[in-house]
């Protein structure tokens, strides 16, 4: 029972200055149910005094045992106390003279009095055609020589027991719009009603009577497909049991032990097959096969429409002085002409594409997961860098480019450098070092060649004529005399002059 000022105070704000419930409520921190109740309270008489009894052996450890239970169900099972612990203590430090049954039949009771409170009755929810359940799950992977956690993203089909999943590098919104417009289109189709949890990308807040204010992306996302959404309580999964059950299934006969990556858009390709291959069993409840339920669900599903989604965000960022942008605490460059000034960053999944202010591009960087890491793209930077060749050694650029330039550039005069530099600014922007590199291989075949003759030989390859062969000719050239070079020629000729002089004696 409340205090009486508090009471008094309740019943005069309601019933005399007229304030509502809920008004009354958040002023006093109360819920408004209890507010109600002594608002409209009509009885304050003194109610009955219980009888009392004495006191069990049992009684004064009670409260010290509830909350040894509370506290070990935080706990792996393997570090919780058991109940013949809780009795040595309670003898050694709190003198209890009961029995060690007591204390075990209590513990044994009220912890299944707790789990029964903390965990409610599940629901038997009847599952409907063209409905969907979508979770994220996690799982080890060995990706590029290293151990990662990657999560991955599970569409169910309760009616079919069917179930779509693929891999992402991360969970936040354009990783989760990703995964949901990739299993879409894969299928051609639509859920009707997709079930979510109140996850971050999708729920910006939770408001009474149900209600959800959804991130501005996925309204957009919802209204492009034309599904319709639906919500968890707050901390119910059994409300989506399906797709829990089946984040644990994928995660045990998929994935585990754990699976290598190269690349993981291959790897997300070659799930598709797996999955449809584990449908060819019998539903666990209507013993038919899950591949032939999913096909009749999926006559009920919705068309797609005629464009994919784009799951981007842009965001609007000011370049450092060197220009460098920050986003979620990495660095990516841009180009030394946009140094202090704001550009605009488009965020996929995968990419980050840096445009200037009217949407043309200035440079593409694959998205970095984790945080201060930096991206740098030179290719903006080689014509700067041209004006300071020397400078070439100490950069990063220098120590991941190829041998063959390495090399050549150890060869190279300043001016050599300083147009070596300003070529590679042009032919790095569309292309990789690959094609520049076979370039200067071929055309050093003959000696150091000069800047020029690498860019011949560039852009013949890139435009499809290759290196032309010597040209043969078709009539017979007559062998010719080989031409001896060398001081050896003054010798014959100083002999020749010896020889005119004694003919003349």
């Keep these: 029972m409340l205090a009486v000022a508090e009471i008094h105070y309740i019943r005069y704000e309601a019933n005399q200055k007229g304030c509502s419930y809920s008004d009354i409520a958040k002023r006093m921190n109360r819920d408004p149910r209890t507010v109600k109740k002594y608002a409209e309270m009509e009885d304050f008489s003194p109610s009955k005094v219980k009888q009392t009894r004495k006191a069990k052996v049992m009684d004064p450890v009670k409260p010290i045992l509830d909350q040894w239970i509370k506290e070990d169900l935080t706990k792996k099972k393997k570090y919780r106390r058991t109940a013949k612990r809780m009795y040595e203590i309670l003898k050694e430090e709190y003198g209890f003279t009961g029995s060690d049954r007591s204390v075990r039949l209590y513990v044994s009771k009220r912890k299944q009095e707790l789990l029964e409170q903390s965990e409610p009755a599940a629901l038997p929810l009847e599952s409907k055609p063209a409905t969907a359940q979508v979770d994220f799950g996690e799982a080890p992977f060995l990706y590029q020589g ?77 209204l492009h497909y034309g599904f319709e959404c639906e919500f968890c309580n707050p901390a119910s999964g059994n409300e989506k049991g399906n797709v829990e059950s089946k984040v644990k299934y994928i995660r045990n006969n998929f ?140 950069t990063d650029f220098y120590e991941k480019m190829p041998e063959e330039w390495k090399n050549y550039f150890s060869n190279c005069t300043v001016q050599e450098k300083k147009e070596a530099l300003q070529l590679l600014a042009v032919l790095l922007k569309e292309h990789d070092f690959e094609v520049s590199t076979q370039a200067l291989r071929i055309a050093s075949q003959y000696g150091h060649p000069k800047v020029e003759s690498i860019k011949q030989v560039f852009y013949q390859l890139i435009n499809g004529r290759g290196i032309r062969e010597p040209i043969q000719p078709k009539k017979h050239v007559p062998d010719m005399p080989e031409a001896i070079r060398g001081v050896r020629h003054y010798d014959r000729l100083f002999e020749s002059q010896g020889d005119v002089a004694s003919w003349n004696k």
């Design 255 to 394: 994935f585990l032990p754990e699976q290598t990556i190269y690349q993981l858009e291959s790897f997300n390709e070659s799930l598709w097959e797996k999955c449809e291959k584990d449908w060819n069993r019998p539903h666990y409840e209507k013993e038919r096969l899950i591949a032939e339920l999913f096909e009749e669900e999926q006559a009920l599903f919705l068309q797609l429409p005629a464009k994919e989604f784009e799951c981007v965000r842009y965001e609007q960022v000011t370049a450092d002085k060197y220009g460098f942008i920050h986003l979620e605490n990495n660095l990516y460059s841009t180009s030394p002409r946009f140094a202090k000034q704001k550009v605009l960053a488009k965020i996929s999944y995968h990419e980050i594409a840096i445009l200037t202010e009217e949407h043309e591009l200035i440079i593409k960087h694959e998205r970095l997961y984790g945080t201060k890491q930096k991206s740098m793209k030179w290719q903006p930077y080689l014509t700067l860098m041209a004006k300071r060749p020397n400078a070439l050694k100490y």
């Design 146 to 222: 290293k151990y990662v956690d990657f999560p991955y993203l599970v569409v169910s089909f309760p009616y079919s027991n069917a179930a779509y999943v693929q891999v992402m590098p991360a969970q936040n919104q354009e990783c989760f719009l990703e995964g949901l417009k990739r299993i879409f289109h894969y299928m051609g189709r639509v859920p009707r009603v997709i079930r979510f949890d109140n996850l971050s990308p999708a729920v910006k807040t939770i408001l009474p009577n149900g209600e959800r204010e959804l991130t501005e992306t996925f309204q957009r996302f919802v």
